[in-house]
């Protein structure tokens, strides 16, 4: 059989090279192929790090005898959901208003021209009570379509249109003012966990952009209330099984209400909104555990997820060998024989390690509800555990690049670089960047992902050109290269031709351009989940674009930024949890946004101190630019002087500026 998924770039769909079943990729082919033998599509959607999909794969896609079934009736396509984030949130959708639950592995049934008339996530490989094996549903769906095809296709058109609807309703505009932000706070206070943190039972994803969100409005408005659930859950989280105490980095969710026992594929995305959000809580508080989780999720994410060509890997897998947290488990006599009698059993009283376990099998995941009184013992302790699981079976790794992710890692390392001195994280960000522009970006236009070097064919979607610019206007901040500004508006730019409604007008986008492969639904999502949603990355950008650009592109940025907020303001108050990061820029700018340009000679000792209290202490969505006055290429710093010869800083609020700050104390107070 020729293996058509053996040149893929998706780790993913190599993962499926090898099976009996006959695969094809996403594209026209397949389809033509289905029209041309007319039998349905099975579209199977899933990624590389996902526990469930390799438990199918193992139970029916290596099957020899359901693939001759799958190959005689079906034409079958895979598609990995992160390098296809448009075909996975069509589907979804269509699984959810079929069924009212949907996930991965997705399993759909298609007509030949890809409408869906059947939906479902995991199937087994035999029946089981209540749910059908999957050949099972296979012989349904074929015979459903050799005996009433005609009805199958109308129905599936109806659902189709139906589908088409409901989820390109576009959200009512509404203003996200101080009294929604306040109120947002109210209701998710209403779920708020105050004995566990987070929001909502098990089970629990880490709430990234809620909590950036809450630390912005805690610092605007000084609310206890806002900054108590963050810091809560922040504590809860970076002490449960949920984060990896050995290595750092956290895992996807925790299936529990506590953090204790997580689901353990670590993705790029979650860490870097997490690094985002404990450095600036440890900013902000000094917070002694904040600052150790921010030093050791960096060091995870430009340790284990960078790649050879610079960028950062997309996740590490929830097995090794095929079981679920292998690489991750631990018993008491396990710790005693690493460690020997004494330490194994102060490590398992502090680990929360006993017989009866937390997880399966007897064995735990370690948590660390308390830091340890012996901070020497602790270090000499985590070496040898950590050294020992290194020689344990270790998760596959999804080195496939995705841009969205790599920007939101950008950003997030910039960020945090640039306020504790990380030099070395700047760096790691600049190189992931420079990547991204040299393989990622083809004719001016962006591509989803790539591996080894190698760009794939997906199209950029929203999300990949937001959250990119957004991670090269951070490094324009940090390093003060006119070089990532530039590139930065360009993709803006590209951005508002490709994606904004035409209809609807600036603020309202699309989630894949304008030529894009044509799908069902071209959709309109404005709902935050485990990533921004392209059009509240798309706003982030444009407001701190508007503020950092030239004046003949500040004024277009900053006017598409606020009709975005606009557009989503009633979801956002409606579903505030699903919605941080779209608060967040309100945050942001309800402020102005605040903008501080400081200028000073090159390694003027003012310029170094000035700038060092602005990132140090300026809240979150703040927009920093160090360097020179009248530097070329760095508009914030134009018609900015210094004052009497000496280093300043000018904070701005919008279009109104203070005076000048020609000290730390000054500028300290301007920041209160």
């Given at each position: ?45 899933g990624y590389a790090a996902c526990h469930w999909c390799h ?174 659930m963050a810091e809560a859950t922040l504590e809860r989280m ?264 035409p209809v609807e007008g600036p603020g309202n986008y699309f ?162």
């Amino acid at each position: 059989m020729f293996n058509r998924l053996s040149k893929a770039t998706s780790p993913y769909l190599l993962q499926h090279a090898t099976n009996p079943i006959d695969w094809w990729e996403w594209g026209p082919d397949a389809f033509a192929e289905a029209q041309r033998r007319n039998v349905p599509i099975l579209l199977s959607v899933g990624y590389a790090a996902c526990h469930w999909c390799h438990v199918m794969a193992h139970e029916s896609f290596t099957d020899t005898e359901t693939a001759a079934q799958v190959n005689a009736e079906f034409i079958a396509i895979k598609v990995d959901r992160e390098e296809r984030p448009d075909v996975d949130a069509t589907y979804l959708a269509a699984t959810r208003a079929m069924t009212g639950s949907a996930g991965w592995p997705l399993t759909c049934v298609l007509a030949p021209t890809g409408e869906p008339f059947h939906c479902g996530t995991y199937y087994p490989k035999e029946p089981r009570p209540g749910q059908p094996g999957f050949r099972q549903m296979l012989s349904a769906a074929t015979k459903a379509w050799q005996q009433n095809g005609v009805l199958v296709k109308q129905r599936a058109t109806q659902i189709a249109e139906s589908l088409a609807q409901d989820t390109n309703s576009l959200n009512s505009p509404a203003e996200l003012g101080h009294e929604a932000l306040a109120e947002a706070v109210e209701t998710l206070a209403k779920t708020f966990d105050s004995e566990l943190g987070g929001f909502g039972g098990a089970p629990k994803f880490p709430p990234s952009m809620v909590l950036e969100f809450l630390l912005r409005h805690s610092e605007r408005t000084g609310s206890p209330q806002a900054l108590a659930m963050a810091e809560a859950t922040l504590e809860r989280m970076a002490r449960g099984g949920i984060y990896d105490q050995l290595r750092g980095g956290f895992s996807r969710y925790s299936v529990d209400a506590s953090w204790s026992v997580p689901h353990f594929e670590k993705m790029l995305y979650d860490n870097a909104l997490l690094l985002r959000a404990y450095a600036h809580l440890g900013r902000r508080s000094g917070s002694t555990l904040a600052n150790r989780i921010t030093v050791e999720v960096a060091e995870f994410i430009t340790t284990d997820l960078v790649t050879q060509e610079g960028g950062f890997a997309s996740a590490l897998d929830a097995d090794a060998n095929g079981v679920e947290g292998l690489t991750y488990a631990w018993t008491p006599a396990e710790l005693a024989e690493v460690l020997g009698a004494e330490d194994g059993g102060w490590s398992a009283e502090l680990f929360g390690v006993d017989e009866a376990g937390n997880f399966e099998a007897g064995a735990s995941v370690l948590q660390l509800q308390k830091d340890p009184d012996d901070s020497t013992r602790w270090r000499h302790v985590r070496a040898r555990l950590l050294d020992h699981r290194l020689q344990r079976p270790q998760p596959a790794v999804d080195d496939k690049i995705v841009t969205a992710w790599n920007g939101l890692a950008i950003s997030a390392l910039a960020e945090a670089g640039a306020a504790e001195g990380r030099a070395d994280w700047i760096a790691a960000a600049e190189r992931a960047a420079d990547l991204i522009l040299a393989v990622h970006l083809v004719d001016g236009r962006l591509r989803r992902s790539s591996r080894d070097g190698v760009v794939g064919s997906a199209s950029g979607v929203l999300e990949d050109y937001a959250c990119f610019a957004e991670g090269l206007l951070a490094l324009h901040q940090a390093t003060g290269q006119p070089r990532w500004l530039k590139s930065a508006t360009n993709l803006l730019e590209t951005a508002l031709t490709r994606f904004t409604d035409p209809v609807e007008g600036p603020g309202n986008y699309f989630d894949t351009a304008d030529d894009s492969d044509p799908l069902l639904l071209r959709r309109h999502d404005s709902t935050d989940g485990a990533t921004p949603a392209g059009a509240s990355a798309m706003a982030s950008a444009l407001l701190t674009a508007s503020v950092l650009s030239e004046v003949n592109l500040s004024a277009r940025f900053a006017e598409a930024a606020h009709a975005a907020i606009l557009s989503a303001g009633t979801h956002s108050r409606q579903q505030p949890r699903f919605a941080g990061n779209w608060l967040a820029v309100a945050e942001a700018a309800v402020r102005g946004p605040l903008q501080i340009a400081v200028v000073g000679d090159d390694n003027d000792a003012g310029l170094i101190e000035l700038t060092q209290v602005a990132r140090r202490t300026a809240p979150g969505g703040t927009v920093i630019i160090a360097g020179r006055p009248d530097a070329d290429g760095v508009p914030l710093l134009a018609s900015r002087p210094l004052v009497s010869e000496s280093a300043a800083a000018y904070v701005c609020r919008g279009y109104v500026c203070d005076r000048p700050s020609v000290s730390a104390h000054e500028l300290q107070l301007a920041l209160t």
